[in-house]
C-alpha cells in the first residue's frame, strides 16, 4: 500500500505541471488564440522564480514572480498579434527561441557557474487531518500548496465557462468573435485578459518545476513538457476538465518512464526519454476523430 500511495503521490505531483499547463493553453484558445510558446515561457519563469525563491529564500515569491513573467509573456504574445497580426504558430516559436536564450542568461547573469548548485527552499506540504491517513485518497491530497491550487482552478474554469453568462460569451468569441463584436463584446479585450490569464499559469507550472521537481534551475529543465501541454489540450478538445484527465494520464506516463530508466538495464536510455512524446502521438491518432476545436483557433480577429 505505501508503494501505491507513493506511485500516486508521484502521478499527482507531475499531474500538476501538465494540467496548469493546459489550463493555461485552452483559456488562451477558448477566444481563438492558440499559444504554443509554453516551453519558453515556462524556461524563463523557472530560471527567474528560482532566482528570487533562492535569493530571498521565500518559496511563494519564486511562485509569484513565475505567475508575473507568465503575464508579461501573455501581454507580449497578445500585443504583438493583435496589433501588428503576426501568425500566432510564428509568434509562439519566436517566444520558445527567445526563452531558451534568456533563461540561461538571466541564471548566468545573476547566479553564475558554481561548484555545486543552488537549492530553492523547501516547499511545505499540506496535510489534511484524518483524510491524510486514508490510503490512496492520500496520495492525491497529501500535497504542496500549488497542487490544491491546480484542483481549484481547474474548477473554476469549468465553472467560469459552463456556468456563467460571461464564460459563455468568452467561447462565443473561440467560435465566432464577428458576431460576439456585433453584439458589443469587446473581442480584442477579451482575447488579451484570457491570453494573460493563461499564459501566467504557465508561467506557474514554469515555477514549479524549479521549486518542487528539481530545487535547482538546469538549462532545459522543461523537458518539452510545453509542447506535450498542446497535444493534452488538442486531446482534451480544449475542455479545462478533461484537461486534468490529460494531466494525469501523461503523468503516469513521465513516471512509469522515470521507472523504467531506474530498472532497464537492456533499453537504450534514449528510447524511453521518447516514450512521452510516441505516447501523445498515438493517443491523438486514437482519438482524432472525437477532438473538438473552437472555429477561430489561430486566426487573428480584425473588426473591418
Given at each position: 500500500?505505501?508503494?501505491i500511495?507513493?506511485?500516486?503521490?508521484q502521478?499527482?505531483?507531475?499531474?500538476?505541471?501538465?494540467?496548469?499547463?493546459?489550463?493555461?493553453?485552452?483559456?488562451g484558445?477558448?477566444?481563438?488564440?492558440?499559444?504554443?510558446?509554453?516551453?519558453g515561457?515556462?524556461?524563463?519563469?523557472?530560471?527567474?522564480?528560482?532566482?528570487?525563491?533562492?535569493?530571498?529564500n521565500n518559496?511563494?515569491?519564486?511562485?509569484?514572480?513565475g505567475?508575473?513573467?507568465?503575464s508579461v509573456?501573455?501581454?507580449?504574445f497578445?500585443?504583438?498579434?493583435e496589433?501588428?497580426k503576426?501568425?500566432?504558430?510564428?509568434?509562439?516559436?519566436?517566444?520558445?527561441?527567445?526563452?531558451?536564450?534568456?533563461?540561461?542568461?538571466?541564471?548566468?547573469?545573476?547566479?553564475?557557474?558554481r561548484?555545486?548548485?543552488?537549492?530553492?527552499?523547501?516547499?511545505?506540504?499540506?496535510?489534511?487531518?484524518?483524510?491524510?491517513?486514508?490510503?490512496?485518497?492520500?496520495?492525491?491530497?497529501?500535497?504542496?500548496?500549488?497542487?490544491?491550487?491546480?484542483?481549484?482552478?481547474t474548477?473554476?474554469?469549468?465553472?467560469?465557462y459552463?456556468?456563467?453568462?460571461i464564460?459563455?460569451?468568452?467561447?462565443?468569441?473561440?467560435?465566432?468573435?464577428?458576431?460576439?463584436?456585433v453584439?458589443?463584446?469587446?473581442v480584442?479585450?477579451?482575447?488579451?485578459?484570457?491570453?494573460?490569464i493563461?499564459?501566467?499559469?504557465?508561467?506557474?507550472?514554469?515555477?514549479?518545476?524549479?521549486?518542487?521537481?528539481?530545487?535547482?534551475?538546469?538549462p532545459?529543465i522543461?523537458?518539452?513538457r510545453?509542447?506535450?501541454?498542446?497535444?493534452i489540450a488538442?486531446?482534451?478538445?480544449?475542455?479545462?476538465?478533461?484537461?486534468?484527465?490529460?494531466?494525469?494520464?501523461?503523468?503516469?506516463?513521465?513516471?512509469?518512464?522515470?521507472?523504467?530508466?531506474?530498472?532497464?538495464?537492456?533499453i537504450p536510455?534514449?528510447?524511453?526519454?521518447?516514450?512521452?512524446?510516441?505516447?501523445?502521438?498515438?493517443?491523438?491518432?486514437?482519438?482524432?476523430?472525437?477532438?473538438?476545436?473552437?472555429?477561430?483557433?489561430?486566426?487573428?480577429?480584425?473588426?473591418?
Amino acid at each position: 500500500m505505501n508503494f501505491i500511495n507513493e506511485l500516486i503521490r508521484q502521478i499527482t505531483t507531475y499531474a500538476t505541471i501538465y494540467s496548469l499547463l493546459t489550463i493555461g493553453i485552452i483559456i488562451g484558445g477558448k477566444t481563438g488564440v492558440f499559444n504554443i510558446a509554453g516551453d519558453g515561457i515556462m524556461l524563463v519563469a523557472a530560471s527567474v522564480s528560482f532566482i528570487v525563491s533562492y535569493l530571498s529564500n521565500n518559496w511563494l515569491y519564486g511562485f509569484l514572480f513565475g505567475i508575473l513573467i507568465g503575464s508579461v509573456f501573455g501581454l507580449l504574445f497578445s500585443f504583438i498579434h493583435e496589433y501588428f497580426k503576426v501568425n500566432q504558430f510564428i509568434l509562439g516559436l519566436c517566444i520558445i527561441i527567445l526563452g531558451t536564450g534568456l533563461s540561461d542568461f538571466i541564471y548566468n547573469l545573476i547566479i553564475g557557474v558554481r561548484l555545486s548548485n543552488p537549492i530553492s527552499p523547501e516547499v511545505p506540504i499540506i496535510y489534511i487531518p484524518f483524510i491524510s491517513k486514508i490510503p490512496i485518497l492520500s496520495g492525491f491530497l497529501n500535497q504542496n500548496p500549488i497542487v490544491y491550487f491546480m484542483y481549484i482552478i481547474t474548477f473554476i474554469s469549468w465553472w467560469f465557462y459552463y456556468k456563467t453568462r460571461i464564460g459563455l460569451e468568452t467561447r462565443g468569441i473561440g467560435e465566432n468573435p464577428k458576431a460576439m463584436d456585433v453584439v458589443g463584446i469587446n473581442v480584442t479585450l477579451r482575447r488579451y485578459i484570457s491570453t494573460i490569464i493563461g499564459a501566467s499559469l504557465i508561467g506557474l507550472a514554469g515555477a514549479y518545476l524549479p521549486l518542487i521537481i528539481t530545487r535547482t534551475y538546469s538549462p532545459g529543465i522543461d523537458g518539452g513538457r510545453g509542447t506535450m501541454a498542446i497535444g493534452i489540450a488538442i486531446f482534451a478538445s480544449w475542455k479545462p476538465q478533461r484537461a486534468i484527465i490529460g494531466g494525469f494520464l501523461f503523468a503516469t506516463i513521465e513516471v512509469i518512464v522515470y521507472q523504467l530508466q531506474i530498472i532497464s538495464k537492456t533499453i537504450p536510455y534514449q528510447f524511453i526519454l521518447m516514450i512521452p512524446f510516441i505516447s501523445i502521438l498515438i493517443i491523438m491518432l486514437l482519438f482524432r476523430r472525437k477532438i473538438e476545436y473552437p472555429s477561430s483557433i489561430g486566426n487573428p480577429y480584425n473588426r473591418e
